[in-house]
């Protein structure tokens, strides 16, 4: 992750790369399955960074396979016997509203992402991508809907989805302190993030959360429903998304 960050609490950040979710711990999925030398990279660079930007951009895209519906999740031999019927109306809501943003929802293979990466976030193509490995699990499915999800409501937030800067959408100090502690000592190495990962993992425990703040994306009406930041106001007004 590359982050630009300006002074004080703007909490507007240029990515120039992705906004990732949590990470887990590694598992391996029992399967075979043939690796079919289609993408631009090589067998020894899969699981890595590399691969991960070779997916975002696009260039690779073997086993990456965009989602509408629950029911598309299904489509993949890994997932195809399980129940998603608990989490069915919820999945479609955030995909439709994502959707209407501008943000679209993809299933990849676990060979795009760097061990332990659960799901990406893309703020230059406002697409993210799931690891299919992790999606077996309903819970964790909803996590990173959620997670990533409220990402792109952060990328909403920062004037407009279409550019690549986020802004943090609640006051710091109005994140409880379990998921602030959650993030630090997940993103101990990554410390720049942690004002926006803080927000997206509460977001990622928290039903309904990120799907109203795409809603609200939606319907334009992000900087009446969630008060910005003082310096990131500042900086909607200077450049004309807000008035005084």
């Excluded at 989602?67 to 993949?76: E, G, P, Y």
């Excluded at 703020?123 to 990173?144: I, Q």
Aim: hydrophobic share 40%; glycine share 4%.
């Amino acid at each position: 992750m590359f982050i630009k960050k300006m002074s004080g609490n703007l909490r507007v950040a240029l990515t120039s790369i992705l906004m990732s979710s949590c990470f887990l711990v590694p598992t391996m999925r029992v399967e075979s399955k043939t690796i079919q030398l289609t993408d631009p990279i090589k067998e020894e660079e899969h699981f890595t960074p590399h691969a991960q930007g070779c997916m975002l951009l696009q260039e690779c895209t073997d086993h990456v396979k965009e989602l509408k519906t629950v029911s598309d999740l299904n489509k993949d031999n890994y997932l195809v016997n399980v129940d998603y019927s608990l989490v069915a109306d919820e999945f479609n809501s955030l995909v439709r509203s994502l959707n209407t943003v501008g943000a679209k929802v993809f299933l990849a293979d676990s060979r795009y992402f760097p061990s332990g990466h659960r799901g990406v976030y893309h703020t230059v193509s406002n697409n993210f991508f799931l690891n299919v490995d992790y999606m077996h699990r309903t819970g964790t499915l909803m996590s990173v809907m959620r997670h990533e999800g409220w990402h792109a409501a952060q990328d909403c937030m920062a004037g407009t989805i279409d550019n690549s800067l986020i802004a943090i959408i609640h006051h710091e100090d109005d994140v409880p302190q379990m998921w602030q502690e959650m993030a630090r000592r997940a993103y101990i190495l990554q410390p720049s993030a942690i004002p926006w990962e803080k927000e997206a993992i509460w977001a990622g425990k928290t039903e309904g959360m990120t799907a109203r703040a795409l809603e609200s994306c939606a319907r334009g009406t992000m900087w009446t429903d969630y008060d910005p930041t003082p310096m990131t106001r500042e900086w909607l007004v200077e450049n004309g998304y807000i008035k005084e």
